[in-house]
Nanobody, 116 residues
Framework: QVQLVESGGGLVQPGGSLRLSCAGSGSIFKIAAMGWYRQAPGKQRELVAL???????NYADSVKGRFTISRDNGKNTMYLQMNDLKPEDTAVYYC??????????WGQGTQVTVSS
C-alpha cells in the first residue's frame, strides 16, 4: 500500500508563492508517474502538472510559466512550486501516483487559498 501526504498549503495574497510537497511511502516511489491536481468548489478536479518517472513534465495552460513540478526520488517526494498566484488558483490540491499495471493512489489534499 502506498501512502501520499501533501503539505505546504495555506493562505497567500495574489502574486505570492507557495511550495507544495507530496511525500510518498515505499522505495517504489521512483517508478511512478506523479501529478498534481486541484479541485475548486463546485468544479471538477483538474490536472495541474505531471512529472514522469524519467522527469518529463507537462503543465495545464493556466499554470504554465508560473508553476514548476519536480521530484526527488531519493526523498520519495514531489514538489509544486507555485509563483504569481491568482485568486483562481484557489482550490484543494491533490497529488497522485500512477504505477505500472494501473495502480493509482491519491493523497488527502491540501487547501490553497489566494486572497487579499
Amino acid at each position: 500500500q502506498v501512502q501520499l501526504v501533501e503539505s505546504g498549503g495555506g493562505l497567500v495574497q495574489p502574486g505570492g508563492s507557495l511550495r507544495l510537497s507530496c511525500a510518498g511511502s515505499g522505495s517504489i516511489f521512483k517508478i511512478a508517474a506523479m501529478g498534481w491536481y486541484r479541485q475548486a468548489p463546485g468544479k471538477q478536479r483538474e490536472l495541474v502538472a505531471l512529472v514522469t518517472s524519467r522527469g518529463q513534465t507537462n503543465y495545464a495552460d493556466s499554470v504554465k510559466g508560473r508553476f514548476t513540478i519536480s521530484r526527488d526520488n531519493g526523498k520519495n517526494t514531489m514538489y509544486l512550486q507555485m509563483n504569481d498566484l491568482k485568486p483562481e488558483d484557489t482550490a484543494v490540491y491533490y497529488c497522485k501516483a500512477d504505477f505500472p499495471l494501473g495502480h493509482t493512489y491519491w493523497g488527502q489534499g491540501t487547501q490553497v487559498t489566494v486572497s487579499s
